[in-house]
Nanobody, 126 residues
Framework: QLHLVESGGGLVQPGGSLRLSCAAS????????ISWFRQAPGKEREGVSC????????NYADSVKGRFTISRDNAKNTVYLQMNSLKPEDTAVYYC???????????????????WGKGTLVTVSS
């Protein structure tokens, strides 16, 4: 069975940090770009960050630039989202998703996802 599993969410105070993980099961992430999305209560899902197959190209939403860092360890079949300087408005369920692409340098994107995880809740509150 092919699926993605997110972990690392939780409750953190404003200004704190969390590292989310996205682990693949049943397939290798080598051939996929990976994207992180989030959905806050009452809001639409939004793309937060994504990374190319090789890890050489990344993208960030303006709201998280300079605070979040995406990375991948293909040997561990896992992608990470390091979140620093967290704000209450970062509170959301965070999802990772995988998109199959043919080229290792293909740019990542926030559409056409092949697999989705079930999400992990991040709550930023004092």
């Amino acid at each position: 069975q092919l699926h993605l599993v997110e972990s690392g969410g939780g409750l953190v105070q404003p200004g704190g940090s969390l590292r989310l993980s996205c682990a693949a099961s049943g397939f290798t992430l080598d051939y996929y770009t990976i994207s992180w999305f989030r959905q806050a209560p009452g809001k639409e899902r939004e793309g937060v960050s994504c990374i190319s197959r090789s890890g050489g190209s990344t993208n960030y939403a303006d709201s998280v630039k300079g605070r979040f860092t995406i990375s991948r360890d293909n040997a561990k079949n896992t992608v990470y989202l390091q979140m620093n300087s967290l704000k209450p408005e970062d509170t959301a369920v965070y999802y990772c998703a995988a998109t199959w692409v043919s080229g290792s340098s293909s740019r990542c994107r926030y559409s056409g996802m092949n697999y989705w995880g079930k999400g992990t809740l991040v709550t930023v509150s004092s």
